[in-house]
Nanobody, 120 residues
Framework: QGLLVESGGGLVQAGGSLRLSCAASGRTFIAMGWFRQAPGKEREFVSAISRSGGMAYYADSVKGRFTISRDNAKNTVYVQMNSLKLEDTAVYYC???????????????WGQGTQVTVSS
């Protein structure tokens, strides 16, 4: 297993919900986030959260539907995804680093990814 391990992906109907989890082994990161990559597209930012949980960023495409949270006692970050749309279908990657950012280049550690498929 790697440093970041995602879980919770799966198949869901449009309008449904999923919660992704990402457990970090051995340490608590200042910033943790989620990115996603749909088939044939570049990886894009979804959401990120600060160490305290007091600051969070969201992509416009998920704002109001996704909620990021973290439990530092468990070194785990979550993203609750509601009102899922077909266009949310992608591989979702957890990322961790020292700077809270929307840019993937500032994240040093990445999970292996978990597939989310939204069906009509």
């Amino acid at each position: 297993q790697g440093l970041l391990v995602e879980s919770g992906g799966g198949l869901v109907q449009a309008g449904g919900s999923l919660r992704l989890s990402c457990a970090a082994s051995g340490r608590t990161f200042i910033a943790m986030g989620w990115f996603r990559q749909a088939p044939g597209k570049e990886r894009e930012f979804v959401s990120a959260i600060s160490r305290s949980g007091g600051m969070a960023y969201y992509a416009d495409s998920v704002k109001g539907r996704f909620t990021i949270s973290r439990d530092n006692a468990k070194n785990t970050v979550y993203v609750q995804m509601n009102s899922l749309k077909l266009e949310d279908t992608a591989v979702y990657y957890c990322a961790a680093g020292a700077v809270l950012s929307r840019g993937e280049s500032l994240y040093d550690y990445w999970g292996q990814g978990t597939q989310v498929t939204v069906s009509s």
